[in-house]
């Protein structure tokens, strides 16, 4: 397994047999199914109608993303190909983690990707190391099947975007005052 070095001593990164996306994502499916059997598997607040699936992969420079679908929630997860610049706290390192309750929310995290600036909670499992996780969706019970929970989140996006969009029509200079101010040192901190 990759540990990475100096601030990243700590870090667990995938094995390297889980360096394949295909592997990868086979990992986490096997993982969050034994997870369901393992904690949620009597619990009346999960929708035990949903499977466990992946769903969207991507690659977003070195970062491998990609939706799951569990009865339990839908979340965003992000594993870096190499250990990320954070310091993971005492308490999430390997040996702390190892036969400790599940936690679906560990301490979060805010994450440059390529798309900018992304919040997350670190997670561990030995079957798949550290990697993290952004949840999206945690009231699953309304939903029958995958395609209406990610029928659902598209949704979400689209309105998103549509606001978005919305926004910068109603103030279209705003763009280019926001790059107007950046490359003279606006932002700077």
């Not at 034994?34 to 991507?58: G, K, M, Q, S, W």
């Not at 070195?62 to 993971?88: C, K, Q, S, Y």
């Amino acid at each position: 397994m990759d540990t990475g070095g100096g601030m990243n001593e700590h870090w667990q990164g995938v094995a390297e047999g889980l360096r394949d996306d295909t592997a990868l994502l086979l990992a986490v499916q096997a993982e969050y199914r034994r997870l369901y059997e393992r904690c949620f598997r009597d619990d009346p607040a999960v929708n035990h109608r949903l499977p466990v699936i992946t769903h969207a992969f991507r690659r977003l420079g070195r970062w491998r993303v990609f939706l799951l679908l569990t009865p339990w929630m839908l979340a965003r997860l992000l594993v870096p190909d190499e250990p990320p610049d954070i310091e993971i706290p005492a308490d999430w390192r390997p040996a702390a983690r190892r036969g400790a309750p599940y936690t679906m929310i560990g301490p979060a995290f805010s994450l440059e990707l390529l798309t900018g600036r992304q919040k997350a909670h670190l997670n561990y499992s030995t079957a798949i190391g550290h990697y993290f996780l952004h949840p999206l969706v945690l009231a699953m019970a309304p939903f029958p099947t995958p395609e209406a929970v990610f029928g659902a989140w598209n949704d979400v996006i689209a309105a998103r975007n549509a606001n978005l969009e919305k926004m910068r029509r109603q103030n279209p200079q705003q763009e280019e005052i926001s790059r107007r101010e950046f490359f003279s040192g606006g932002f700077r901190k």
